[in-house]
């Protein structure tokens, strides 16, 4: 059986940038062990599996699994997946009032393509823990002295992170993860609120652009050259005002975020956040996808 892929790179505007994707347009009759045989096989961060949606008026339904789990969003996955889908013609967002209706283990996913460049809006509800990291388990598991680490918080809007914003941008180009330091405060065995860091360094003000890594050891991958699952629930939690909130009951929030740099594989996310009455309304997570390869796998 042979299975038609596409590979992409994501959150970038050049081949060999960005975050790597891979595209599995028609997933029908594929079992979960074979997805996951095959998102092994590919070894990138993430994979997306397309099928037919539930509800016809969508445009589709996605799995997104890492070489060792399944995720129930992710950013670059779903931003890549789109501008793939619709720069083939396999989408119409026509079809579904000018955006892209992804079915997902959140809910529905909106996204809207414009040539290479797609943005995701989601309103899934922001959620948080009233414990805070602790700023010296978060700095011991980075490879970091404490002083590094200027404040951390827990959020999600579909995967959980810990965020630690740090000194400047040498900290977090700086910072190598400790793995028995990290397993020891964020590993799955304690069973907290996340185990995955996101580390950045810049102001949490609109208009800012941020220095990131992200590290996501507890999904299978060391670290991730763009995250936009987190680049959205850090909006969402600035928004919420459980970062630095944005202290008015009305407005938004723009971020770009540089991530990947250290890696070789430079990234570029538009994040942003909207708030009404004091409450989120949406986080939207965006950036340009380049196709670079296109072929069939057996199996």
């Known amino acids: 059986m042979s299975l038609a892929f596409h590979i992409a790179d994501v959150f970038t505007d050049r081949p060999f940038g960005g975050n790597q994707l891979a595209v599995v347009p028609d997933a029908r009759g594929l079992s979960d062990k074979r997805l996951a045989e095959i998102a092994r096989e590919f070894n990138f961060s993430e994979t997306v599996f397309v099928l037919p949606p539930e509800d016809p008026a969508h445009s589709a339904r996605l799995r997104i699994l890492t070489p060792a789990v399944e995720l129930p969003f992710a950013g670059h996955p779903t931003v890549g997946a789109a501008a793939v889908l619709v720069g083939q013609g396999l989408v119409d967002p026509a079809a579904t009032g000018g955006a892209v209706l992804f079915e997902e283990g959140v809910g ?3 996204v809207r393509v414009d040539g290479s460049f797609a943005e995701l809006t989601m309103t899934a509800p922001y959620r948080t823990s009233a414990e ?13 002295p404490a002083g590094a680490v200027l404040e951390c918080w827990f959020g999600s809007v579909g995967v959980p992170f810990c965020y630690a914003r740090l000194t400047d941008a040498a900290a977090v180009d700086g910072a190598v993860l400790d793995r028995a330091a990290w397993a020891a405060a964020f590993g799955p065995e304690v069973g907290g609120f996340a185990s995955d860091l996101y580390v950045f360094a810049g102001e949490l003000t609109d208009g800012s652009r941020l220095h990131a890594r992200s590290f996501i050891p507890g999904m299978g991958v060391v670290e991730d050259p763009a995250t936009g699952a987190a680049a959205a629930g850090l909006v969402a939690g600035v928004a919420s005002g459980h970062a630095a909130g944005p202290g008015t009951p009305d407005g938004a929030l723009s971020l770009t975020i540089d991530q990947g740099v250290a890696m070789g594989r430079p990234s570029v996310i538009a994040a942003s956040a909207r708030w009404v009455d004091g409450a989120l309304v ?4 965006g950036g340009h996808t380049v196709l670079v390869a296109s072929g069939e796998l057996t199996v």
């Open 108 to 110: 529905l996913v909106s």
């Open 132 to 144: 805070r990291p602790d700023p010296v388990a978060v700095a011991a598991a980075l490879s970091l």
């Open 282 to 285: 949406s986080a939207s997570v």
